[in-house]
């Protein structure tokens, strides 16, 4: 009786972790089988959906831990994102105009150097006031490319699918991306501005050939400068992209004077 009893509670034990084993079954295995050998047979196969029990808990846990969100790029994850916001929320607007104040007198000193280089190709400027047309929309242009690239780049190591080891690949492709992206829309805004516009050849191909330049220095600055703020420790949201601003206004409009120079010696134009 007592064998009988162990034999219906190791059944009932089996059946309520692994109700897809057939009732027929457990039945078939009783009628043909000895007391001895079917309580051997039951306690293996418990033992064994244990351990597939044990497996499907383990790979549960993993999926959950892959699941979690992604650190930043400061090292943090969800809550500490929203942890930020609330500490942003909570300050107050002067504040945030104290902690930016300071990095905007800086590069509104660097963006000073404009006025220095058109200061220095006037001579250049009262020759051909063609290119004094085109100065706001090349600088405009370059803020738009950086700024498109300072977004990209942020978003991604905030969301922790890139770090400051994949630096020089993100660097590489946003720079050519940014070379190709100018090509195509200089071949078309030269003519434009020569056919559409009226504004000479020997201009519209200065601004063709500018354009490609601008698009790759901004697009390569505009990479560069969120992974330096965070390789130095400082914080890429207030700094990057005003800083790839300033950069890119001063070197885009020094290429495009440069550039503008050697044009117009091979169109045969003296300045």
Not at 78 to 85: A, C, F, N, T, V
Not at 199 to 212: D, N
Request: net charge positive; proline share 4%.
């Amino acid at each position: 009786m007592l064998r009988f009893v162990k034999i219906l509670s190791a059944l009932a034990f089996l059946v309520s972790h692994h109700p897809s084993l057939a009732l027929k079954n457990i039945e078939s295995i009783i009628m043909t089988k000895n007391d001895a050998s079917v309580l051997r047979e039951l306690k293996e196969t418990i033992n064994r959906q244990k351990q597939e029990i044990n497996i499907l808990k383990s790979q549960l846990k993993g999926n959950k831990r892959t699941s979690t969100p992604s650190h930043g790029a400061h090292g943090g994850g969800g809550d500490e994102s929203m942890e930020d916001i609330a500490t942003y929320l909570k300050k107050p607007f002067y504040a945030i105009a104290f902690k930016r104040v300071g990095w905007l007198s800086i590069f509104l000193v660097s963006l000073s150097f404009t006025a220095v280089i058109m200061n220095g190709f006037e001579h250049t400027l009262e020759r051909q006031i063609e290119l004094a047309y085109f100065v706001p929309l090349l600088a405009g242009h370059g803020g738009n490319t950086g700024g498109q690239t300072v977004g990209t780049v942020l978003s991604a190591l905030s969301a922790g699918s890139i770090s400051v080891r994949n630096a020089p690949v993100v660097i590489t492709k946003e720079a050519l991306s940014g070379l190709m992206a100018g090509t195509i829309l200089g071949m078309w805004v030269g003519p434009v501005a020569h056919f559409g516009m009226g504004i000479s050849k020997h201009v519209s191909t200065v601004i063709a050939l500018t354009i490609p330049l601008v698009s790759a220095i901004a697009a390569t600055l505009g990479s560069i400068i969120p992974f330096a703020c965070v390789a130095l420790g400082l914080d890429p949201s207030v700094i990057a992209a005003p800083a790839m601003t300033s950069f890119v206004d001063v070197s885009g409009l020094m290429s495009y004077f440069l550039i503008a120079n050697q044009v117009f010696k091979l169109f045969g134009i003296e300045l």
